[in-house]
T-cell receptor, first 115, second 110 residues
Framework: DQQVKQNSPSLSVQEGRISILNCDYT??????FLWYKKYPAEGPTFLIS?????DKNEDGRFTVFLNKSAKHLSLHIVPSQPGDSAVYFC??????????????FGPGTRLSVLP | DADVTQTPRNRITKTGKRIMLECSQT?????MYWYRQDPGLGLRLIYY???????NKGEISDGYSVSRQAQAKFSLSLESAIPNQTALYFC?????????FGSGTRLTVV
């Protein structure tokens, strides 16, 4: 059973509007979350993170919200731009061990921003 | 140079052939990973290595093997390739804060 779920395989949004990508998790021990963005023919690249001590983290047009009680996080992109069209992966970790963290990835959501 | 380099970028091979995918990193990280990406399934972990002497199976290790030749090098082998191993393969390293991925190897088994 998937511990990290992204139930929308794809999302289309008009340029300039808000994109909201959702991620749900089942493991209550997860306490650090990442969003990765992936363009075709490239590896995923880090976008934004949030730890469980926060409920919001903002970086420019990108904001991640965390609702621990609902085991849900969301990525908001405002305003959406055509260059944001990519696959977005949510990833979660239980925390540190001696070497760092092991992340579990969701299946991804393909965002298409239409001009 | 990229932080994580994968070779080859693309490969077509025949069923039953042995193939090796190579990965090298310049990040100086101890931890390295091999992931496989399939449509609708996201990134699934094949193997990971905490350091040169440590190798661990991931979620889908059957049919694969790995070798950690040095801190900077982690290779993935398919001993006898089969068509359902056709996928996009990613190598990654990590530190405390997250992952750095290579650009991927697109493998097609015919």
């Amino acid at each position: 059973d998937q511990q990290v779920k992204q139930n929308s395989p794809s999302l289309s949004v008009q340029e300039g509007r808000i994109s909201i990508l959702n991620c749900d998790y089942t493991n209550s021990m997860f306490d650090y979350f990442l969003w990765y963005k992936k363009y075709p023919a490239e590896g995923p690249t880090f976008l934004i993170s949030i730890s469980s001590i926060k409920d919001k983290n903002e970086d420019g047009r990108f904001t991640v919200f965390l609702n621990k009680s609902a085991k849900h996080l969301s990525l908001h992109i405002v305003p959406s731009q055509p260059g944001d069209s990519a696959v977005y992966f949510c990833a979660a970790s239980e925390g540190w061990d001696n070497y760092g963290q092991n992340f579990v990835f969701g299946p991804g959501t393909r965002l298409s921003v239409l001009p | 140079d990229a932080d994580v380099t994968q070779t080859p970028r693309n490969r077509i091979t025949k069923t039953g052939k042995r193939i090796m995918l190579e990965c090298s990193q310049t990040k100086g990280h101890d931890r390295m990973y091999w992931y496989r990406q399939d449509p609708g399934l996201g990134l699934r972990l094949i193997y990971y290595s905490f350091d040169v002497k440590d190798i661990n199976k991931g979620e889908i290790s059957d049919g694969y093997s790995v070798s950690r030749q040095a801190q900077a090098k982690f290779s993935l082998s398919l001993e006898s390739a089969i068509p359902n191993q056709t996928a996009l393969y990613f190598c990654a390293t990590s530190d405390f804060w997250g992952y750095t991925f290579g650009s991927g190897t697109r493998l097609t088994v015919v």
